[in-house]
């Protein structure tokens, strides 16, 4: 059995007749890469939650239970918190179309969207309420108006904030994946 992913035979495949070659166009996927602002954040919450679970230990080695409880469930929550971190972004399959938040996640189903594409307007740096100006990735839904839906992806999140040709080929591939799936 040929490890594919430690050789190169994969490059010499012949390509797709789909402009978006992938196995399953079922499953549910990233199009882009996480950008460093995202793996460094959630890699400092996770390092954050290690010192609070060693805590835990310790507090439960010298007798108080409940309060170890309490640690071992804040440093749980830690964690939680920077895998959701990690899984935040939009996700696109044959089904449709998913943008996952820290605490919401919205799909839309592509029979439900008009269209997507790159638009210039303020965008919110790092998530922060702070405000800049940058591009950013809206979603146009036949059920609801074109201001109601947060954008999708922008020039200053953290998977692309310094990475503006990382967010253009990101766009790029998620409005073919909508074009795409807005002619079936």
């Known amino acids: 059995m040929p490890l594919s992913f430690l050789t190169a035979d994969r490059a010499f495949e012949a390509p797709s007749e789909s402009a978006l070659p992938y196995d399953d166009r079922e499953r549910w996927r990233r199009p882009y890469r996480l950008g460093p602002w995202r793996v460094g954040a959630a890699a400092l919450v996770l390092l954050l939650a290690s010192f609070v679970l060693f805590a835990a230990v310790l507090i439960a080695l010298t007798g108080s239970l409940s309060s170890a409880g309490a640690v071992l469930t804040a440093g749980l929550v ?83 904030l310094s990475r503006p040709a990382a967010f253009d080929r990101a766009a790029d591939t998620v409005e073919a994946w909508a074009a795409e799936n807005h002619n079936h």
């Open 78 to 160: 830690l964690i939680a918190g920077a895998l959701r971190l990690l899984r935040m972004g939009v996700w696109v399959s044959g089904r449709g179309l998913r943008h996952v938040g820290f605490l919401v996640t919205r799909t839309a189903p592509w029979a439900r969207v008009v269209s997507v594409r790159t638009v210039q307007q303020p965008v919110r740096w790092l998530g922060l309420p702070r405000t800049v100006q940058g591009q950013a990735l809206v979603l146009v839904r036949k059920d609801r108006r074109a201001g109601d839906t947060p954008p999708l992806l922008t020039t200053h999140s953290l998977d692309f």
